[in-house]
């Protein structure tokens, strides 16, 4: 295909994609402000209010980096569709729950069909534009993103006092099969058929542990100690599946995570800081409907206009960020600056309780907004301009998945800190007792400190990075650290390549050159291997040039 050239085509091409992204977002947070009625109704406890926001962000991480994986090898445009399929159907059901067992069943579907959306989104958009261009379209994305995790519960809160809390669910169908048409008309994808082994055995067991971790930080604590036979179970589960998946992926012809991948410092660091941004993105979305709603006795509604101040900073600073990137091709500055912001505002929110001002209160959510801003998408954006395009649906979506893992085990562990300090059996605003909603309002302030301590790990990753400039086409020569060395790799044409889409060099060696030349002189050959031996000594130490190829229809 070739690339849109100008500004409104791309907005046409990328309209779908974010449509899609906004509804996968909407479906995890706008239940938030309605879970304290929905557990009412279905006599809930603590421990499934958590479960309702866990199981679907669960199903979604762990399915993450399949998806990217997929659509390294497979039509980007039809996976991303089946999975806004495959999230319609999770969603319908959802809206059909009896009870709380059914509801947590069906946003485990939900689940599936987000984490193929939110990981094939970011796919789609690195194989669009350059990194370059990417810098200039990420803010747009970051604003849908935030508009979707903070919005939710502004919407879900209207909904609740209205139509009532299954329209939470219902709500979705129509933007998602919106979506669906969108992408039908404007998005148009090269398909690259490729004979492949998909590792279903990697895939296995990188689910299966994190799924074990995320249900052990979930269930510790409440259904048995931490330090218990049962945890011991669950950790010695989790690592025997990661350990087992770290051998598998080494010797796989096509990992779901390349373990090539971390040997790029900017991408490992990038990934790591990502991991307390999703902890504070979900985190403050998910409990501050809960602690405005129980704590200070507001109504869904209400409870989602005073999180507006977190939307307003985390859209406006992820617009401007993207279009001052796009400009001057650097974005580390941006990444320090809102670090810092994402833990000072965290800070202040562990400082709240059952009586705090409710403009100081917005003065904190602003902080938190501004540093998921400036983060969560130049994250991924470093990620990708430091990966080749061959790498790139799998280094996005681990990405993804890594902030996913953060948000979900962030809401694992906050609930379960929450429902240590507070016990109570219904969330039922009308049947709670004063003394139960000051200790919710008091209880807010430790979950926020304990994000905030995550979130001095994004500054001290965001500070270790290495900026590299922004590449202006997918087609420039990426640069990784490989020893003690750099490692140059071009994008030329008609490369030859591996089943795995890796560079083989076929060029003829050095040597074999030589051995060419047996019939001139013995002097004529000892001038060139002297030159050759002088050309090979100036190069510097553990560097070498390779050529990757660059998929036809990006040309």
């Known amino acids: 295909m070739n690339r849109p050239s100008s500004h409104r085509e791309i907005l046409e091409a990328l309209s779908g994609i974010w449509v899609a992204l906004l509804v996968a977002i909407l479906s995890s947070t706008i239940v938030s402000n309605a879970l304290p009625t929905i557990l009412a109704e279905l006599k809930g406890t603590q421990t499934q209010y958590t479960w309702v926001i866990t199981s679907m962000l669960l199903a979604s991480t ?13 039509d980007k445009k039809k996976l991303l569709q089946a999975a806004i399929v495959i999230f319609v159907v999770g969603s319908v059901l959802s809206g059909f729950s009896q009870n709380m067992e059914q509801l947590i069943s069906f946003r485990v579907l939900q689940g599936l069909g987000m984490g193929g959306v939110q990981a094939l989104g970011q796919v789609v958009v690195g194989a669009l534009l350059s990194p370059r261009e990417r810098g200039r379209y990420s803010g747009y994305t970051g604003m849908v993103i935030s508009a979707g995790t903070v ?30 048409a969108v992408l039908h008309k404007t998005l148009h994808l090269p398909v690259k058929k490729q004979h492949v082994k998909i590792d279903y055995l990697g895939a296995t067991l990188i689910t299966g542990g994190v799924s074990l971790v995320l249900m052990w930080v979930s269930f510790a604590g409440k259904d048995f100690a931490w330090i218990s036979a049962e945890s011991a179970l669950f950790v010695a589960g989790a690592v025997l599946a990661i350990v087992g998946a770290y051998f598998v992926e080494r010797r796989a012809s096509s990992p779901v995570i390349p373990l090539h991948l971390f040997k790029n410092r900017t991408v490992v660091l990038a990934m790591l800081g990502g991991v307390a941004v999703g902890t504070a993105m979900f985190g403050a979305s998910v409990f501050m409907g809960q602690y405005f709603q129980i704590a200070r006795g507001f109504s869904p509604t209400k409870a989602g206009l005073l999180t507006v101040p977190l939307v307003l900073g985390l859209s406006i600073s992820s617009t401007v960020s993207g279009q001052l990137i796009a400009k001057s091709g650097r974005w580390k500055s941006y990444l320090v600056w809102g670090s810092f912001s994402l833990v000072a505002g965290l800070a202040l929110l562990g400082t709240i309780d059952h009586r705090t001002n409710l403009v100081l209160m917005g003065g904190y ?15 991924v954006l470093a990620v990708q301009n430091g990966v080749g395009m061959a790498d790139l649906g799998a280094a996005s979506s681990t990405a993804t998945f890594l902030r996913s893992l953060g948000g979900t085990a962030g ?30 309002g008091d209880a807010m302030g430790e979950l926020f400190l304990i994000a905030a301590g995550l979130a001095v790990f994004t500054v001290i990753a965001v500070l ?8 202006d086409s997918v087609e420039d020569e990426i640069v990784t650290p490989t020893g003690s060395g750099a490692q140059t790799v071009a994008t030329e044409l008609d490369s030859p390549v591996d089943t795995d889409q890796r560079i083989v060099d076929k060029s003829v060696p050095a040597v074999d050159k030589l051995l060419v030349l047996s019939s001139d002189s013995d002097q004529e050959v000892a001038a060139r291997s002297a030159a050759l031996r002088s050309t090979q000594n100036s190069l510097p130490s553990g560097s070498r040039r390779v050529t990757q190829p660059v998929p036809s229809g990006l040309r």
């Open 62 to 74: 762990a399915s993450t980096p399949l998806w990217g994986k997929l659509a390294d090898l497979f």
């Open 151 to 180: 919005g939710g519960p502004l919407v879900g809160g209207f909904l609740v006092d209205w139509p009532g809390w299954r329209w939470c669910f219902f709500v979705c169908v129509p933007l998602a099969l919106v979506a669906l």
């Open 365 to 379: 959510l602003a902080l938190v907004g501004v540093g998921v801003g400036l983060t969560m998408q130049n994250l």
């Open 411 to 440: 809401v694992s562990v906050l609930g379960a800190v929450l429902a240590a300090s507070v016990s109570t059996k219904t969330l039922d605003r009308g049947s709670l007792s004063p003394v139960v909603r000051d200790s919710y």
């Open 464 to 471: 270790l990075i290495k900026e590299q400039p922004l590449r």
